[in-house]
């Protein structure tokens, strides 16, 4: 599968993401009260943020997933590691579907990655997801993030774990 990446529209997306972030199966992503308009300023907050930036990933032009990425010496995760050179925090959501596709959200991971590890500056990349989502643990192994220490954020006890580009590159045998 092929996906390209473009940045989010805060308001020409809105109800998209609306629908995707408000699912029951999206429950991770702690948004499933969210109102229309919530969303719309969550995303024009992530617009404004030097350090925090939503992409939409496209498959033949189709909006397919979101994904985030932010600098965690500055969003998300200060205080709560020690950040290092080349670090990059990401978050990616693939929406509930009627029609579930083997192998997609492999597929959207690996693909994230992939742009992630483009920027030559990034080294690793860092994830926090809730502990108890085991689903997305499995996934975050399968293309070579290795899990640190558990840590408590104010909304979460969150599995901090990291992935280097080489690790990466021998999980997948993507060239990076």
Known sequence: MTFAFRPLDPLNDAELLHSWVTHPKAAYWMMRDATLVDVERAYMEVAADEHHHALLGLRDGVPVFLMEKYDPAHR???????????DIGMHFLTPATDAPVHGFT??????????????????????????????????????????????????KKALLSSCTREQFRAATAVAV
């Open 76 to 86: 998300e995760l200060v205080g709560l590691y020690e950040p290092l050179a080349g």
């Open 106 to 155: 492999l597929a959207v991971i690996t693909a994230v990655m992939a742009h992630l590890f483009e920027d030559p500056a990034v080294r690793r990349v860092v994830v926090e997801p809730d502990v108890s989502n085991k689903a997305v643990h499995a996934l975050n192994e399968a293309v070579g993030f290795v899990p640190e220490r558990e840590i408590q954020k104010p909304e």
